[in-house]
Nanobody, 124 residues
Framework: QVQLVESGGGLVQAGGSLRLSCAASGRAFSDYTMGWFRQAPGKEREFVAAINSSGGRTYYANSVKGRFTISRDNTKNTVSLQMNSLSPEDTAVYYC?????????????????WGQGTQVTVSS
């Protein structure tokens, strides 16, 4: 199966932008549906966005729709999350996740491979 490593987190002011990347290694990346989740302190892990194996379909949480964009490059084994118009409510650890078998893309239990997470902090 694939292994995932996220990068690109950091500190940004409200209204700013960040781009997260997730690099995959191992089994054929293009076979996997990929997702981004986030978890703020004291809260459950929540769905942010997902993209199917070909990149032809994307899914977003209502809270990020219109601000975040998920994309993938199957030639480079990467999935990215472009985050614009960030607010302090977006502060969390962001996780990249992969599923080979499919399922409901917004459920964390659908995914069987997770990265270590990258911290995103948005200051007001």
């Amino acid at each position: 199966q694939v292994q995932l490593v996220e990068s690109g987190g950091g500190l940004v002011q409200a209204g700013g932008s960040l781009r997260l990347s997730c690099a995959a290694s191992g089994r054929a990346f293009s076979d996997y549906t990929m997702g981004w989740f986030r978890q703020a302190p004291g809260k459950e892990r929540e769905f942010v966005a997902a993209i199917n194996s070909s990149g032809g379909r994307t899914y977003y949480a209502n809270s990020v729709k219109g601000r975040f964009t998920i994309s993938r490059d199957n030639t480079k084994n990467t999935v990215s999350l472009q985050m614009n118009s960030l607010s302090p409510e977006d502060t969390a650890v962001y996780y990249c996740a992969a599923t080979y078998y499919g399922g409901v893309v917004s459920y964390p239990t659908t995914y069987n491979v997770w990265g270590q997470g990258t911290q995103v902090t948005v200051s007001s």
